[in-house]
T-cell receptor, first 112, second 113 residues
Framework: EAGVTQFPSHSVIEKGQTVTLRCDPI?????LYWYRRVMGKEIKFLLHFVKESKQDESGMPNNRFLAERTGGTYSTLKVQPAELEDSGVYFC??????????FGPGTRLTVT | AQSVTQLDSQVPVFEEAPVELRCNYS??????LFWYVQYPNQGLQLLLK??????LVESINGFEAEFNKSQTSFHLRKPSVHISDTAEYFC???????????FGAGTILRVKS
């Protein structure tokens, strides 16, 4: 069974540019989560999809972040325009039963 | 609201020595508790979890953690560490409804030969 995959593994962009991160969950997992870790701090929750619906987006930092989940399969997280403080590692996780979450390897975003 | 405190940011230890990584949590509701591990250049992996039942839970690679409700703790222990245990360890909680995980800041375990 393939695990959670994330693309790209690393992205370097300039302030003001746009970046789109992608997450492919484990097949059959209806629950998909995005988290972020900024500069060695805590890993923080961003949002939770159940199928294609946003269950909880209380962790989204501002309206520069847009998350979508097409047809309840893969998800994208767009940052537009990117700011320096958006640098960090973005993790995606998926879950079948909402208890045990399986994490992807993360996307390291560097905004210069 | 829930919160997690990992009391040590780094723990250096010699190979074959015992280790304890401390985790305390705060929550107004009952919780599920987890330890995740991130090896160098890899993603997060679930190490062990407490959902209910026996307060002592074990992983396949010799780690164990004990849920202590009165002290609101979920410390991770291993009686004898290996070089390969070098990694960052994260304690996390969630509510029983399976929503978001709340993580501690992480503890870097450095095993020295």
């Amino acid at each position: 069974e393939a695990g959670v995959t994330q693309f790209p593994s690393h992205s370097v962009i300039e302030k003001g540019q746009t970046v789109t991160l992608r997450c492919d969950p484990i097949s059959g997992h209806d629950n998909l989560y995005w988290y972020r870790r900024v500069m060695g701090k805590e890993i923080k929750f961003l949002l939770h999809f159940v199928k294609e619906s946003k269950q909880d987006e209380s962790g989204m930092p501002n309206n520069r972040f847009l998350a979508e989940r097409t047809g309840g399969t893969y998800s994208t997280l767009k940052v537009q325009p990117a700011e320096l403080e958006d640098s960090g590692v973005y993790f995606c996780a998926s879950s079948q039963d909402t208890v045990e979450q399986y994490f992807g390897p993360g996307t390291r975003l560097t905004v210069t | 609201a829930q919160s997690v405190t990992q009391l040590d940011s780094q723990v250096p230890v010699f190979e074959e020595a015992p280790v304890e990584l401390r985790c305390n949590y705060s929550s107004s509701v009952s919780v599920y508790l987890f330890w995740y591990v991130q090896y160098p250049n890899q993603g997060l992996q679930l190490l062990l979890k407490y959902l209910s039942g026996s307060t002592l839970v074990e992983s396949i690679n010799g780690f164990e953690a004990e849920f202590n409700k009165s002290q609101t703790s979920f410390h991770l222990r291993k009686p004898s560490v290996h070089i390969s245990d070098t990694a960052e360890y994260f304690c996390a909680v969630s509510d029983p409804y399976g929503n978001k995980l709340v993580f501690g800041a992480g503890t870097i375990l450095r095993v020295k030969s």
